[in-house]
């Protein structure tokens, strides 16, 4: 292996991808219309030779499959790209509207989903139309998934459906989204984040217990309302202790430059590193609780027997209904009366191990194109598609779309907001570094 990228024409790689973006932001795919994007997506994959696949349980609501097949004797990679988006909100709001694939005069192409995910999704297409026009023969299987319905999910027509239906689709690694970003730290070191699991969602319903009664006699019976006041500064203060994963060690470790040996610290000095991560690295070390709705009285003159906020609680990877029912009855007391209900089964919640031939590539990778940055795995307070890759095959996926030219504070401020934008040139970043770690895995043998 040798310890420099080879040259590659960024610019041609930019140009290549930049009119698949602004066709693909052109087609409002607001959580839905996902078959317009598969079917451009396909004709393009086609024209080079990829072998392509829709697949659909609803019609407008299309998957996309492509596939550059492998000899057999390698572990197979899938890269993922949503075709969906979110809500772009008052077109008037935005500096240049969000569905007509605009670039400005210094290099900006803005529209919904420029950042979440098309960019993401186009690039790694035209990483597989460059690889098959190339005549490029992997060892395993090189598998393109563009999936409908990320962004809401509910209506199961994208990947959770998908891998149900097609255990074809197991493949050893995955590339996605939720990863990439490059920082400059504290300390003058640039960090590139590689995200390698998720938190796992769990709403919970803490309801406090009372006696109903008129209420223009509010000294008689026993209202729930202000019981629940009590417990919700309780929730909304709880700050469980800290707790290292395997991963968060190694996050920890990489940020702080040292081994962990008083975990407080090390999550103070590495939260301390970016801006971004005052909040984030707290969040990764434990269980957060936020109270976020609340019902009372059905009437204004009826004091409650019961009253009622919905949180929404994320767990690390290891913990489950049990250990949050736990953590929760801990923190409620006994002195209130109360009930909890949990509203749906936990929701997500993998990891991947970081000891994988997948995980050595991308480091590979980030060494030879931005050899001074060190990579940093993360874990996601949210949720992406990883989730059902994980879960159905046990595939290593990793979030990992690098960028070079747009300030991670741009696509923190875009993505599911208004005036959403990515400068082009990482465009062609974005493919160079895909066609490198496609061309180590493809390279692997079985
Ligand atoms: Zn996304």
Not at 116 to 141: I, Y
Request: contains cysteine; glycine residues 8%.
């Amino acid at each position: 292996m040798s310890s420099t990228a080879t040259p590659v024409d960024h610019a041609a790689l930019r140009d290549e991808a930049l009119p698949l973006l602004q066709e693909l932001l052109r087609i409002d795919t607001t959580n839905g219309n996902e078959t317009p994007a598969a079917v451009l997506l396909q004709r393009y994959l086609e024209a080079a030779g990829v072998e392509c696949e829709l697949v659909a349980r609803d019609p407008g609501r299309a998957d996309l499959v492509a596939r550059l097949r492998g000899t057999g004797d390698g572990p197979s990679l899938a890269l993922l790209g949503h075709t969906d988006v979110v809500p772009a909100g008052r077109p008037a709001d935005w500096t240049h509207p969000p569905f007509a694939g605009h670039v400005d005069a210094a290099g900006w192409v803005w529209g919904r989903g420029a950042a979440d995910m098309k960019n993401e999704t186009a690039t790694r297409a035209v990483t597989l139309a460059l690889l098959a026009r190339s005549g490029f023969r992997p060892r395993g299987d090189i598998v393109f998934i563009a999936e409908a319905d990320e962004e809401d999910g509910t209506a199961k027509v994208g990947l959770e459906w998908l891998v149900g239906v097609r255990p074809d689709l197991r493949t050893d690694f995955a590339i996605n989204e939720g990863g990439g970003d490059r920082l400059t730290l504290a300390d003058g070191r640039t960090a590139v984040l590689i995200a390698v699991g998720e938190k796992r969602t769990l709403p919970v319903a803490v309801s406090a217990l009372g006696e109903a009664t008129h209420a223009s006699r509010p000294t008689a019976g026993a209202n729930a309302v202000p019981r629940l006041a009590r417990l919700i500064d309780r929730l909304a203060a709880h700050r469980p202790a800290a707790r290292l994963l395997p991963e968060t060690a190694a996050m920890l470790e990489a940020l702080t430059g040292r081994p962990v040996e008083d975990l407080d610290e090390a999550a103070r000095v590495a939260a301390a590193q970016h801006p971004s991560f005052e909040h984030t690295i707290p969040a990764l070390l434990g269980t957060t609780v936020a109270p976020t709705q609340l019902a009372g009285s059905a009437a204004r003159n009826v004091i409650p027997g019961r009253a009622t906020v919905i949180c929404d609680c994320r767990l690390l990877p290891d913990t489950d209904a049990d250990g949050l029912e736990a953590e929760l009855r801990a923190l409620l007391g006994h002195d209130v009366p109360y009930e909890l209900e949990f509203l749906e089964e936990p929701m997500g919640g993998t990891v991947s191990p970081l000891d994988t031939p997948l995980y050595d590539a991308v480091r590979d990778v980030v060494r030879r194109h931005d050899p001074d940055a060190v990579l940093v795995p993360t874990l996601s307070t949210g949720f992406t598609d990883s989730h059902f890759l994980r879960q159905a095959f046990g595939t290593v996926a990793y979030g990992f779309w690098p960028l070079r030219h747009t300030p991670s504070e741009v696509v923190a401020d875009g993505v599911h907001n208004r005036d959403e934008r990515l400068h082009v040139d990482d465009l062609g970043y974005a493919v160079a570094l895909h066609l490198d770690l496609v061309r180590q895995i493809g390279a692997l043998g079985g």
